[in-house]
């Protein structure tokens, strides 16, 4: 399974766009990239997933170059809501495997 | 049901004492994994079963932990002889078993051994 590596904390002001890079130099050819958000006192929750160029949802957006080694999700307009800790994991596509976690980036939005 | 359920949400064992918590995957999930959390940490992967079968159980620390899910449907997770390092959440997160990471993750259970 492909390392990642992303920054131990951020913090940004809310209505700002937040981007956290990871990066996941072995990422092999079948991998996904995927990100959770996970808030205190709960399980991590899925947010967005892609495997090449840019994915867009109504959380969030995923960029991935082409030479996908990195990643960027962005996070448009942050509120006081969205403090929490956020993951980068690379896996399988086409079959469920166990996700190995890092420790995640600790966003803190001020106000 | 629409997420994913564990019980008890908090227990505190005394230490030496065997616990057993439970975990009620999204009806029709094949896939289901056990992940233990400590305090300012990741999850750390514990086991992964698909349907009844127990098919990785590499991150069990010590044959002091054991898994099941006799029925392919609801787990437990048993710790024999708490330890004060087994005091941790021990988040439950199911899925259809069709790849993509796409889990959905309960609320977990918290441990804490006195």
């Known amino acids: 399974l492909a390392k990642t590596t992303q920054p131990i904390s951020m913090d940004s002001y809310e209505g700002q766009e937040v981007n956290i890079t990871c990066s996941h130099n072995?990422?092999?050819?079948?991998?996904?990239i995927t990100w959770y958000q996970q808030f205190p006192s709960q399980g991590p929750r899925f947010i967005i997933q892609?495997?090449?160029t840019k994915v867009t949802n109504e959380v969030a957006s995923l960029f991935i170059p082409a030479d996908r080694k990195s990643s960027t999700l962005s996070l448009p307009r942050v509120s006081l809501s969205d403090t929490a800790v956020y993951y980068c994991?690379?896996?399988?596509?086409?079959?469920?495997?166990?996700?190995?976690f890092g420790k995640g980036t600790r966003l803190h939005i001020l106000p | 049901g629409a997420g994913v359920s564990q019980s008890p949400r908090y227990k505190v064992a005394k230490r030496g004492q065997d616990v057993a918590l439970r975990c009620d995957p999204i009806?029709?999930?094949?896939?289901l994994f056990w992940y233990q959390q400590a305090l300012g940490q990741g999850p750390e992967f514990l086991t992964y079963?698909?349907?009844?079968?127990?098919?990785?159980k590499s991150g069990l620390p010590s044959d002091r932990f054991f898994a099941e899910r006799p029925e392919g449907s609801v787990s437990t997770l048993k710790i024999q002889r708490t330890q004060q390092e087994d005091s941790a959440v021990y988040l439950c997160?199911?899925?259809?078993?069709?790849?993509?990471?796409?889990?959905?993750f309960g609320s977990g259970t918290r441990l804490t051994v006195v």
């Open positions: 997160a199911s899925s259809l078993g069709e790849g993509g990471f796409g889990y959905t």
């Open positions: 072995n990422i092999a050819t079948n991998d996904y």
């Open positions: 892609g495997y090449k």
């Open positions: 994991l690379v896996g399988p596509g086409n079959r469920d495997d166990k996700i190995i």
């Open positions: 009806s029709g999930h094949v896939s």
């Open positions: 079963f698909q349907n009844e079968a127990q098919l990785d």
